[in-house]
């Protein structure tokens, strides 16, 4: 089944002289197993939008259905939705709160009821996934480095075993070496799960290489949707709208306008190189 948005809005401070509006008639499938880019710029919607897929907050307008269902239905059961769409936070900080790594990623199996055992075991499989050294599982999580806390706080998500994972830019704050492994984690564990993934972030660099489809945000609507490829060919409307687009696209876009004949929908540096050596007569 999938994810719909339902032309959905939603409007901090109500009916209040202070009310912003923070997402405009939003329509968006997000169907099984995809792994999707979520991005805009700082206030484009990004957060709002994924916090409505956990059910954290409540549409002003519209509706969302999640494996054919209504969650606005009175007799729908929230607890079930959490369980099975799994949010990680950009502060992963806010989601780590026990004495010891270990004991924290098992928090949310054992909140789903589950026994000791199969609690532990979804614990230790959760870490081994997300790669964490077993000789940090017993150590404090407040003593992790940031892009070790990234990956306790994805454990603790994943050990509940949901059917899709929500990240909200998981690599805030992280050097480009941190980047990279968080990302490249994320993209092995989709491609060994088929688990439907949503990374949330602002930068086009992040995701280039790794996501089927690119959602762009701006002032709580869809600017775009589609492969990397179709959402690189706009790039003077992302740039109008303060997002920029990977170097490898803004090279090729200058090559292109400097007279080579070079692909400017190659997305990769891969992709990128062989274009270039092409026009070259390499």
Same mark, same amino acid.
């Given at each position: 089944?999938?994810?719909?948005?339902?032309?959905?809005?939603?409007?901090?401070?109500?009916?209040?002289?202070?009310?912003?509006?923070?997402?405009?008639?939003?329509?968006?499938?997000?169907?099984?197993g995809q792994?999707?880019?979520?991005?805009?710029?700082?206030?484009? &919607?990004?957060?709002?939008?994924? #916090?409505?897929?956990? =059910?954290?907050?409540?549409?002003?307008?519209? $509706?969302?259905?999640?494996?054919?269902?209504d969650i606005y239905d009175k007799e729908y059961d929230m607890k079930k939705l959490r369980?099975?769409?799994?949010?990680?936070?950009?502060?992963?900080?806010?989601?780590?709160?026990?004495?010891?790594?270990?004991?924290?990623v098992c928090f949310g199996p054992r909140n789903l009821g589950l026994d000791k055992r199969e609690t532990e075991l979804r614990a230790y499989d959760a870490l081994k996934k997300v790669g964490l050294p077993?000789?940090?599982?017993?150590?404090?999580?407040?003593?992790?480095?940031g892009g070790q806390?990234?990956?306790?706080a994805i454990a603790g998500v994943l050990a509940m075993k949901p059917q899709m994972l929500i990240l909200d830019e998981p690599?805030?704050?992280?050097?480009?070496?941190?980047?990279?492994?968080?990302? &490249?984690?994320?993209?092995?564990? #989709?491609?060994?799960? =088929?688990?439907?993934?949503?990374?949330?972030? $602002?930068?086009?660099?992040?995701?280039?290489?790794?996501?089927?489809?690119?959602?762009?945000?701006?002032?709580g609507s869809i600017l775009f949707d589609g492969s990397p490829r179709e959402v690189f060919a706009h790039n003077r409307e992302l740039e109008e709208v303060g997002l920029?687009?990977?170097q490898v696209t803004d090279l090729l876009h200058r090559l292109k306008d400097?007279?080579?004949e070079v692909d400017t929908g190659a997305t990769t540096v891969k992709e990128a190189s062989a274009t270039i050596l092409q026009a070259l007569g390499y």
């Amino acid at each position: 089944m999938s994810m719909i948005l339902d032309h959905v809005s939603y409007r901090y401070g109500g009916d209040t002289p202070l009310a912003v509006t923070a997402l405009k008639d939003v329509c968006l499938q997000i169907p099984d197993g995809q792994f999707v880019g979520l991005i805009g710029h700082t206030g484009s &919607g990004k957060s709002t939008l994924v #916090q409505h897929m956990n =059910g954290l907050l409540r549409a002003s307008s519209g $509706h969302i259905y999640w494996n054919g269902e209504d969650i606005y239905d009175k007799e729908y059961d929230m607890k079930k939705l959490r369980s099975q769409v799994g949010l990680v936070f950009q502060y992963p900080e806010h989601q780590l709160f026990e004495t010891d790594v270990f004991s924290d990623v098992c928090f949310g199996p054992r909140n789903l009821g589950l026994d000791k055992r199969e609690t532990e075991l979804r614990a230790y499989d959760a870490l081994k996934k997300v790669g964490l050294p077993d000789e940090l599982f017993y150590q404090s999580p407040f003593d992790l480095s940031g892009g070790q806390k990234r990956r306790a706080a994805i454990a603790g998500v994943l050990a509940m075993k949901p059917q899709m994972l929500i990240l909200d830019e998981p690599t805030a704050g992280l050097d480009p070496k941190g980047r990279d492994e968080i990302l &490249g984690q994320i993209k092995q564990l #989709q491609t060994q799960t =088929g688990m439907t993934i949503l990374l949330v972030s $602002h930068s086009m660099e992040d995701v280039a290489e790794y996501v089927d489809r690119i959602v762009v945000m701006n002032q709580g609507s869809i600017l775009f949707d589609g492969s990397p490829r179709e959402v690189f060919a706009h790039n003077r409307e992302l740039e109008e709208v303060g997002l920029a687009v990977p170097q490898v696209t803004d090279l090729l876009h200058r090559l292109k306008d400097a007279g080579f004949e070079v692909d400017t929908g190659a997305t990769t540096v891969k992709e990128a190189s062989a274009t270039i050596l092409q026009a070259l007569g390499y």
